[in-house]
């Protein structure tokens, strides 16, 4: 019986009579998806105008400098680009074997969170303050170190020609990595990020074939652990606030239910073509809050309306449709599962930002990939596009 490795070896094999051996260079640039990488660079350089918009007139944030905001989202995504780089130049196979390493060392980051050397923003002790308003918020990374650790591990054994789906072991096995980071993330509390995490892991288990059982278990145990969590109260009185606002819309718009109220007003205001970029009279009255991260959105919705709102959701859609093509054509099932992760990732992270600015999402405090103004963010989701470049430019070149 042939392997699933071997099988999509053979299936993606360069043909006789295709590319001449001339064209078929050793350059990953030469097989970098050009498409994802455009609507990635568009995303976060156009997101760059909104964050500017948004934080401009906030004296008490920018410290007196209109553009400080600005040169700090630019200078992310410039450094988020070099780490995308890097991640190509490295390789996906070269990449696969330094994986235990930055699993350890996101795991020692979360629990320096925990420590003293974390602070606390907004209810959430979630970030380690390295100075100069420079901060590292490691459940961001912790995402990726959820997708890499699976992939090796659910990969292992499978890639190597030993089986054709992932054993019950190497599940067990790869779920109790993600449970790791998972549950110190949840001590925090940050369960926004615990929520984008699970459905990671769902979309791997979906994209790696392991046994249908443990799909079904793994959305049993979902739920039986949100039970747990509200019964021992592990979330934060303002945490329940949120979910109950998002019950119930009316209560307290004034006070619970206030970034929601805002953020609605905000996008509803902006019609078909909106106000102005510069020109939202939510944005330049700074009645949304934490506008240039979690309600970023409304910016867009506000100043560019309906059709700059409808942008971003298509840039968004490009990204996740060619990392769906990378999943669907890469060569092995490390590669089919990091680009089913990120997919699982970007997805769901992106519904729930742009749902919660709508209303139609309870407030989770999660930003908007390569939108929302973070360091952390910014760099986590550039990694990610690396590693879909990695896997992209494994494929040999077809006819």
Not at 163 to 181: C, I, M, N, S
Not at 289 to 297: A, K, L, R, S
């Amino acid at each position: 019986m042939t392997s699933y490795g071997s099988y999509r070896q053979l299936r993606f094999a360069p043909q006789r009579g295709g590319v001449p051996k001339s064209m078929a260079k050793d350059s990953p640039l030469w097989r970098i998806d050009w498409i994802l990488l455009l609507a990635a660079v568009v995303l976060s350089l156009g997101s760059s105008l909104l964050v500017w918009s948004a934080t401009r007139g906030r004296d008490t944030l920018t410290h007196g400098d209109p553009q400080y905001f600005l040169f700090r989202h630019l200078t992310n995504v410039l450094i988020g680009a070099v780490l995308c780089a890097v991640v190509i130049a490295i390789g996906s196979r070269r990449f696969r074997t330094v994986v235990p390493f930055l699993y350890a060392g996101v795991i020692v980051l979360l629990l320096a969170t925990l420590s003293p050397l974390g602070s606390t923003i907004n209810g959430q002790h979630s970030w380690i303050q390295l100075g100069g308003g420079f901060s590292v918020q490691p459940a961001e990374f912790a995402k990726l170190a959820i997708v890499l650790s699976m992939a090796v591990v659910l990969s292992d054994q499978v890639d190597a020609g030993e089986r054709e789906f992932p054993a019950d072991k190497a599940v067990f096995r790869g779920l109790v990595w993600a449970t790791l980071p998972m549950a110190i993330v949840m001590l925090m509390p940050d369960a926004g990020s615990v929520m984008v995490m699970a459905v990671i892991v769902l979309g791997i288990l979906l994209a790696s074939g392991a046994a249908n059982r443990w799909v079904f278990g793994l959305i049993l145990a979902g739920v039986g652990g949100c039970v747990a969590i509200w019964k021992l109260g592990v979330l934060s009185k303002y945490q329940i606030d949120r979910f109950a606002a998002f019950a119930n819309p009316a209560l307290d718009p004034s006070g619970v239910g206030y970034n929601t109220a805002q953020a609605r007003i905000a996008i509803g205001s902006g019609g078909l073509t909106g106000k102005g970029l510069f020109h939202g009279t939510q944005t330049t009255g700074q009645f949304v809050p934490e506008q240039q991260t979690d309600f970023v959105f409304t910016v867009a919705g506000e100043e560019l309306g309906f059709l700059g709102a409808m942008a971003i959701i298509v840039l968004l859609g490009v990204v996740l449709w060619r990392a769906c093509r990378i999943a669907r054509q890469a060569t092995d099932l490390y590669g089919t599962i990091v680009a089913a992760g990120v997919v699982a990732w970007f997805a769901f992270q992106g519904f729930e930002n742009i749902g919660m600015c709508l209303g139609i999402m309870p407030v989770a405090g999660i930003p908007l990939p390569f939108v929302s103004y973070g360091g952390s963010s910014m760099f986590s989701t550039w990694v990610a596009i690396g590693l879909l470049q990695a896997v992209q430019s494994q494929r040999p070149i077809a006819a």
